[in-house]
């Protein structure tokens, strides 16, 4: 996939700038990989009508809480330059658009930001960073090598939009009444109560060994994390947590969530994430929810 990459990229000139879309409501500010947009509607349809507080433990880029977590909302990934950017984004978004307008799409200066220590970096360039290299980078991926750094290429686009300043502004407003965790899924998921709305959205259980594609986090989401998810389930549906679950439909699952007394239902959705075009296409995704 790479050497590909490699023989077709542009030749690309570098004016830093920004610009301005024409809406003001908040879209994610953020490509992620496994994001949920397509599904939106459909899974619409299975939430309640009212909640509490609405809780997204493996936000991602946060497609259903864009479009439907109104109201006090606690948005936690395990993922700590995302985590670090979505409060970048809440906290100090003027600071976030000056340090973006001086990122620019260009090859060898992507490769340079890419290998930047980030250690060493503020908050708020390193969210600057983040948002450049999924902006910049192939498929808006975000995949990291055992040693947790950054290793996604280069990606060919025409003129992408790095520094969306209004709908990050957008973004900024409606995160406001957001609680923001960093935390494994389950540690943030121990204050949810009766009345309480959970929506997960897992990295998927693999359904072959050729798909899994989990590296979201050094570490993967394996089968025994996708056990404790089950348990942390458990725990909610104890407390009168009503939650919504989307995962992939690997074998055995829809019967393991059924034999929970949780309602199963399968939906469509098209994939574009496995490296071979011959498994991309249309795959089975599991609804589950415990109300
Ligand atoms: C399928 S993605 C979520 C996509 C999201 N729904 C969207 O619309 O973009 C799964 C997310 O779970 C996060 N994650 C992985 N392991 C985790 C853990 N143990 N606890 C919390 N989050 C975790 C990853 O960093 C990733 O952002």
Not at 144 to 171: H, K, M, Q, W
Not at 232 to 258: C, I, W
Request: with cysteine.
């Amino acid at each position: 996939m790479v050497k590909m990459l490699a023989k077709n990229l542009p030749q690309t000139s570098a004016p830093a700038r920004r610009r301005r879309s024409s809406r003001a409501v908040p879209r994610p500010f953020l490509k992620w990989v496994g994001g949920k947009t397509q599904l939106l509607s459909t899974f619409e349809s299975f939430m309640p009508d009212t909640w509490g507080r609405y809780f997204e433990p493996f936000v991602g880029g946060g497609a259903m809480y864009w479009r439907n977590g109104q109201g006090e909302s606690v948005l936690n990934d395990f993922n700590s330059e995302l985590a670090t950017t979505y409060r970048v984004v809440r906290d100090e978004v003027e600071g976030l658009i000056e340090a973006l307008a001086e990122h620019y799409y260009d090859k060898d200066y992507y490769y340079e930001v890419r290998a930047w220590d980030t250690s060493r970096m503020s908050d708020v360039k390193r969210a600057a960073r983040m948002i450049f290299l999924n902006r910049t980078g192939f498929n808006g991926l975000y995949r990291v090598n055992r040693s947790g750094r950054f290793n996604v290429p280069f990606g060919r686009y025409t003129d992408p939009l790095i520094c969306d300043e209004e709908n990050l502004r957008a973004c900024s407003k409606r995160l406001g009444e957001t609680e923001l965790r960093n935390e494994d899924f389950e540690v943030a998921l121990a204050d949810a109560d009766d009345g309480d709305f959970v929506y997960l959205d897992p990295p998927y259980a693999p359904v072959s060994r050729s798909s899994n594609f989990t590296a979201y986090v050094a570490g993967g989401f394996g089968t025994d994390q996708q056990d404790r998810l089950r348990l942390t389930l458990k725990a909610l549906d104890h407390r009168k947590v009503r939650f919504m679950l989307s995962n992939s439909d690997a074998p055995g699952l829809a019967e393991l969530y059924a034999a929970d007394g949780w309602r199963v239902d399968r939906v469509m959705a098209s994939r574009s994430v496995n490296s071979k075009a011959s498994r991309r296409g249309k795959v089975g995704e599991l609804v589950v929810r415990n109300y």
